[in-house]
């Protein structure tokens, strides 16, 4: 059974995250201003959302990275795949700047912005539209009262499994041990995913092709092991 998302009386899911941080210097916000319309995801009111209408060209494959805080893992993986297009959701604006930044120092043209909560769309991404999504590193909510706000919940999985394409993946990275273990549990007991580990300790390697994202360095400095899994969409 799915937990249903707490929400506003608008509708909207209940957001316990931070909006905005320190104030934007000017050239930040002149991104947010200027570069941020012309990358923003047109998702409409309502209907399916595909991700190749984001993109001037048709590219090889989608992918796409959920809470990408500053952009780092989103916009050195769109550097090494210029082939593919990458949406990246962050309702954060100082962590969007930081991303538009790196975009526009990086000439990069294959990233798309959905600058809000991804669980306003998760759902209408049309259907097997991604070949890989990323969670990395997604607030733990490490008090058991608080769970319910974590992003990784059973019906965010139905929803990620009919939005990624069978033999696709999804790559969930954590430095909680116990944000681990609650993803593992739902994870493995839900029909649509298969966790690919092989041996014991695959899970403390990153997948190959990895970026480093800036949680990830913070976390290795105060000497704690992240945790990497990753699930193949069942066919
Ligand atoms: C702990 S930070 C990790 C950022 C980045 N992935 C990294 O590893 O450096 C978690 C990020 O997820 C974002 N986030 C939390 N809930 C979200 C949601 N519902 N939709 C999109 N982003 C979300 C937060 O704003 C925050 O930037």
Not at 26 to 35: G, Q, T
Not at 159 to 173: D, E, K, N, T
């Amino acid at each position: 059974m799915s937990e249903p998302i707490p929400r506003r009386p608008d509708g909207r899911p209940l957001w316990y995250g931070r909006r905005q941080g320190h104030k934007l210097r000017p050239s930040r916000r002149a991104l947010i201003d200027e570069l941020l319309p012309k990358l923003r995801l047109d998702a409409g009111a309502a209907g399916r959302v595909d991700p190749a209408a984001a993109f001037a060209e048709p590219m090889a494959s989608y992918r796409l990275e959920i809470g990408f805080g500053g952009g780092e893992h989103l916009a050195g993986q769109a550097a090494r795949h210029p082939d593919v297009g990458f949406i990246g959701c962050e309702p954060f604006v100082n962590g969007v700047a930081a991303l538009l930044a790196e975009i526009e120092a990086e000439n990069l043209s294959n990233i798309r912005v959905f600058d809000d909560d991804v669980r306003l769309i998760l759902g209408r991404f049309s259907e097997a539209a991604f070949d890989r999504v990323y969670i990395l590193f997604a607030d733990p909510w490490p008090k058991t009262r608080h769970q319910r706000r974590r992003i990784l919940q059973t019906g965010t999985l139905d929803q990620l499994a009919g939005i990624v394409r069978p033999g696709g993946s999804l790559i969930f990275a954590t430095d909680h041990l116990e944000y681990a273990t609650f993803a593992l549990e739902r994870l493995c007991r839900h029909p649509a995913w298969r966790w690919t580990a092989e041996g014991a300790g695959d899970w403390r390697h990153p997948p190959q092709d990895w970026v480093e994202t800036r949680y990830e360095a913070k976390a290795k400095q105060r000497g704690l092991k992240p945790v990497y899994l990753t699930f193949e969409r069942r066919t």
